[in-house]
């Protein structure tokens, strides 16, 4: 089936510990984001893609970190350096000029 | 900064009404948005209103568009239960890229009670 696959759904980080979101897109999509989401909040970007090998920071950038090596993927690191990172993260994709598309979202809890 | 404010932040009818939400944005756009999001899942794209058009349908939903208020309504007709959700509205900034990054608003929770 097409669409964008986020995993884990859920996931606990322990102070001062790295985590990485996994997102991956068979949409043939060249454009990918990353967005946080807090309780009865709205969406605040905190990186986008464009094409491979490139992103760019958005509103919220301090304490993620991205990579976009393939096409398909785009994970997200949540650093240490990110003081209040319990969340729920959402990926998204997007053709050219054209709607975004949403994976299921990873809730982030740090324990 | 968030660029779409939605209002109201929450709403509350009974099945069979119908149901306004309304958003406001502060630049140009492109076009906005509309998502529809069920609690602990992924948004749903409803529906697309370019900036030179006033109004569009898509079965129950219609939303409206008024560039010199720079702002925006969906109208959700005969609500359901099921319609229970957070509707959020998404700008595209204009000037930008296809791929430009979209704006979202705080959203509206709509509770619709059988």
């Known amino acids: 089936d097409g669409g964008i696959t986020q995993s884990p759904k859920y996931l606990f980080r322990k102070e001062g510990q790295n985590v990485t979101l996994s997102c991956e897109q068979n949409?043939?999509?060249?454009?990918m984001y990353w967005y946080r989401q807090d309780p009865g909040q709205g969406l605040r970007l905190i990186y986008y893609?464009?094409?491979?090998?490139?992103?760019q920071k958005g509103d919220i950038a301090e304490g993620y970190s991205v990579s976009r090596e393939k096409k398909e993927s785009f994970p997200l690191t949540v650093t240490s350096a990110q003081k209040n990172p319990t969340a729920f993260y959402l990926c998204?994709?997007?053709?050219?000029?054209?709607?975004?598309?949403f994976g299921e979202g990873s809730w982030l809890t740090v324990v | 900064s968030q660029q779409g404010e939605e209002d109201p932040q929450a709403l509350s009818i009974q099945e069979g009404e119908n149901a306004t939400m309304n958003c406001s944005y502060k630049?140009?756009?492109?076009?906005l948005q509309w998502y529809r999001q069920n609690s602990g899942r992924g948004l749903v794209h409803l529906i697309l209103?370019?900036?030179?058009?006033r109004e569009k349908h898509s079965g129950r939903l219609r939303v409206t568009l008024d560039t010199s208020k720079k702002s925006s309504s969906l109208l959700i007709t005969a609500s359901r239960a099921a319609d229970t959700a957070s509707y959020f509205c998404?700008?595209?900034?204009?000037?930008?890229?296809?791929?430009?990054?979209?704006?979202f608003g705080q959203g509206t929770i709509l509770t619709v009670h059988p």
């Open positions: 998204a994709s997007r053709p050219p000029g054209n709607t975004i598309y």
């Open positions: 998404a700008t595209a900034n204009a000037g930008g890229t296809s791929y430009g990054k979209l704006t």
């Open positions: 949409l043939n999509h060249d454009a």
């Open positions: 209103i370019r900036s030179n058009e």
């Open positions: 630049t140009s756009i492109n076009n």
């Open positions: 893609s464009q094409i491979v090998n490139d992103f």
